[in-house]
């Protein structure tokens, strides 16, 4: 893997920030303060957010804790693209997915000076002189062509201390090689395309390898799916209902777990990490419980004889429902 010390500091396990930016719904500040102790107490390291996530919500509640930590001792990333321009919010919420206040639009800024406004912005949302990882956000979902012409700028950044190490957080396959392919990144983090129900287009981890390129896995339940150890009827995937072929191959997963005395979700949380190249699995936890079983899962035991029989079934893409589309989770 790529020299950047930051990668081998991040752990096995990472703390995802989406839902305590409420995610889908409000959490009390109390109740996810607790929850990043929680992940502090279980040994979790390294903790992912963003500027999109619940308007900056998420950044401020994870610096309210962490600002308090030895600096040394932790790894935090967040991401550039997106800059929230303030607006009053006249009673409206969010329609971004997350149940906050609309007191801020999003607006896209791939360029120098939208960039490191946007670090900059973070920073003091974080309470911190820098972040250990900048993240491109979701540059397919705004200007691809943009985004692969912008590392320099993070590399500045990572020049004048600000970051530590740069990358690419997206749930596009395609997004990613073309980042991988055109810059010195030292992380991509990669939303729900390699996980245990799906693995397409395994160049992408391959060319990952070849240029010291780590691989942050995340999304690895797909969006809720594999997180029980039985699949629902109404299970999502993608964001939205999972179609038929994927309920079906995610309960074949599941009986292929029970056979092995291994649940789902502990299956789901140990698979990417079975590739040299993913260096981290970032879960996103909306509550101390949800840590403390996230945190046993991976901890437990996976016999390798689950994988060969995993293996067995053969190759899945879930076909259009498998494609890039921006979301919370990268």
């Known amino acids: 893997m790529a020299d950047n010390p930051v990668l081998h500091r991040v752990g096995r396990l990472g703390f995802g920030g989406a839902p305590i930016g409420n995610l889908y719904s409000a959490i009390p500040d109390g109740e996810a303060l607790a929850t990043v102790l929680a992940a502090w107490d279980a040994g979790i390291r390294y903790f992912d957010t963003a500027p999109h996530y619940g308007l900056g919500l998420s950044e401020r509640r994870l610096g309210a804790v962490l ?15 997106r800059l929230l321009e303030p607006q009053h919010a006249a009673g409206r919420r969010d329609a971004e997915g997350f149940d906050v206040p609309a007191d801020a639009v ?6 120098e000076q939208g960039i490191r406004r946007s670090l900059e912005d973070s920073l003091l949302r974080l309470g911190l002189d820098r972040v250990d990882i900048a993240y491109l956000h979701d540059p397919d979902a705004h200007d691809l ?28 396959v395609d997004a990613a090689l073309a980042c991988v392919d055109a810059a010195e990144l030292d992380l991509v983090m990669l939303a729900g395309r390699y996980t245990l129900l799906e693995q397409p287009r395994l160049p992408l981890l391959e060319r990952c ?5 780590g691989v942050v896995a995340v999304g690895v339940f797909n969006s ?19 179609p038929a072929a994927v309920l079906e191959r995610a309960r074949a997963l599941a ?24 260096v981290n699995v970032t879960v996103g936890v909306r509550s101390p419980e949800q840590v403390v079983a996230n945190a046993a899962r991976m901890d437990a035991a996976v016999p390798d004889e689950l994988w060969d029989a995993v293996a067995a079934l053969g190759p899945f893409e879930a076909g259009p429902f498998g494609s890039g589309a921006s979301g919370a989770d990268a």
């Not at 600002?67 to 693209?81: A, L, N, Q």
């Not at 390898?209 to 390129?213: I, S």
Request: aromatic fraction near 8%; glycine fraction near 10%.
């Open 224 to 242: 809720g799916l594999l997180a029980r150890p039985e699949v629902p009827a109404d299970a999502h995937y993608n964001y939205g209902q999972a």
């Open 255 to 278: 009986a292929l777990c029970r056979d092995f005395g291994v649940e789902l979700p502990t299956a789901a949380l140990h698979f990417p990490l079975r590739h040299p190249a993913v």
């Open 106 to 111: 999003r607006r896209w800024d791939f360029n």
């Open 145 to 172: 062509d943009a985004g692969i012409r912008q590392p320099f700028v993070l590399e500045k950044l990572q020049d004048e201390g600000l970051a530590g190490a740069i990358g690419v957080g997206t749930n596009s």
């Open 67 to 81: 600002r308090d930590k030895p600096r040394e001792e932790f790894v935090i990333s967040t991401k550039v693209g």
């Open 209 to 213: 390898m070849e240029r010291g390129t």
